[in-house]
């Protein structure tokens, strides 16, 4: 499979997805749009990848809708474009167009090398793990263009951050750097430009090589389904993942390696 917008590399059981438009700061397009979709079902399908990298190609992690598209715009159509393939397997609320990745099986990391912006901001808000360059510069700005917060970015930030820090970082519109970021916990890890790769995919193998991937798998759709139970559902739920867990074939070889001192073989079953 081959991509016209996205550079897709696999290496260390760690499948990277890299925005390729640096020319237009890795804006979005409809086009870009579709490989990134791809690109991710491609390493979610792909049994020998446990950890899947966001970026960007260049000075920019994405900064955004393509604004040379939007005279082309008919916003009543905007609903309709096309989402993929309905999965009844799969909870709606992550089944759109561009909020998918809580759907995607295996942790994903965004990487965040510079700009992000609009479009761009929900895109490492649907990531599970958030890690940044000190220079990185945010900025919702929807506020500033004229527009709404889109295709469900009030959601997700607010999930993020919280209900007020993401209504003002909505409603000014202003442009927040890496600590700040770090700060009110949109991030998680920030680290020099020079260093960021390093220091993101020796995390990323961290994962890759001592975490289960059936833990992690389980574990991210808790924290996905989490928004829409109460507590009772939620520990009702957890105690059969419990019982999944505690009678599986990685429970097992993680104990065997703890008590022999080893590095774990995990299989994700």
Same mark, same amino acid.
């Given at each position: 499979?081959? =991509? @016209?917008?996205?550079?897709?590399?696999?290496?260390?059981?760690?499948? *990277?997805?890299?925005?390729?438009?640096? %020319?237009?700061?890795?804006?979005? /397009? &409809?086009?870009?749009?579709?490989?990134?979709?791809?690109?991710?079902?491609?390493? &979610?399908?792909?049994?020998?990848?446990?950890?899947?990298?966001? +970026? !960007?190609?260049?000075?920019?992690?994405?900064? !955004?809708?393509?604004? +040379? !598209?939007?005279?082309?715009?008919?916003?009543? %159509?905007?609903?309709?474009?096309?989402? !993929?393939? =309905? &999965?009844?397997?799969?909870?709606?609320? #992550? @089944?759109?167009?561009?909020?998918?990745?809580?759907?995607?099986?295996?942790?994903?990391?965004?990487?965040? /090398?510079?700009?992000?912006?609009?479009?761009?901001?929900?895109?490492?808000?649907?990531?599970?793990?958030?890690?940044?360059?000190?220079?990185?510069?945010? *900025? +919702?700005?929807?506020?500033?263009?004229?527009?709404?917060?889109? #295709?469900?970015?009030h959601w997700m930030l607010s999930l993020a951050v919280g209900h007020a820090r993401a209504l003002?970082?909505?409603?000014?519109?202003?442009?927040? #750097?890496?600590?700040?970021?770090?700060?009110?916990?949109?991030? +998680?890890?920030?680290?020099?430009? $020079?260093?960021?790769?390093?220091?993101?995919?020796? #995390?990323?193998? $961290?994962?890759?090589?001592?975490?289960?991937?059936?833990?992690?798998?389980?574990?991210?759709? @808790?924290?996905? %389904?989490?928004?829409?139970?109460?507590?009772? %559902?939620?520990?009702?739920?957890?105690?059969?993942?419990?019982?999944?867990?505690?009678?599986?074939?990685?429970?097992?070889?993680? @104990?065997?390696? =703890?008590?022999?001192?080893?590095?774990?073989? =995990?299989?994700?079953?």
């Open positions: 499979m081959s =991509f @016209q917008h996205v550079i897709y590399e696999m290496k260390n059981n760690i499948a *990277t997805v890299k925005l390729n438009r640096p %020319e237009k700061m890795n804006s979005l /397009n &409809d086009d870009l749009a579709d490989d990134i979709r791809e690109a991710m079902h491609k390493a &979610d399908h792909d049994k020998k990848v446990r950890v899947i990298v966001l +970026t !960007g190609e260049g000075r920019a992690f994405c900064a !955004g809708g393509d604004i +040379t !598209g939007f005279g082309k715009i008919v916003p009543e %159509e905007l609903p309709k474009k096309p989402s !993929g393939p =309905f &999965d009844m397997n799969r909870r709606p609320d #992550y @089944q759109s167009r561009h909020v998918y990745f809580p759907a995607i099986s295996k942790p994903i990391i965004a990487m965040i /090398n510079g700009a992000v912006a609009g479009m761009g901001l929900l895109y490492a808000l649907c990531c599970d793990i958030r890690i940044a360059a000190e220079e990185a510069v945010f *900025t +919702t700005a929807y506020s500033r263009i004229g527009l709404a917060a889109e #295709y469900g970015t003002e970082l909505l409603i000014s519109g202003r442009r927040f #750097y890496g600590p700040e970021a770090l700060r009110i916990g949109l991030v +998680t890890h920030l680290y020099p430009r $020079e260093k960021l790769a390093e220091e993101t995919y020796a #995390y990323a193998q $961290e994962i890759a090589q001592r975490c289960s991937p059936l833990s992690t798998r389980i574990i991210k759709k @808790q924290m996905f %389904e989490a928004p829409f139970k109460t507590l009772a %559902e939620a520990v009702m739920e957890a105690n059969e993942d419990m019982i999944f867990c505690n009678s599986s074939t990685d429970f097992k070889e993680g @104990q065997n390696a =703890f008590l022999g001192k080893r590095a774990p073989k =995990f299989i994700g079953k």
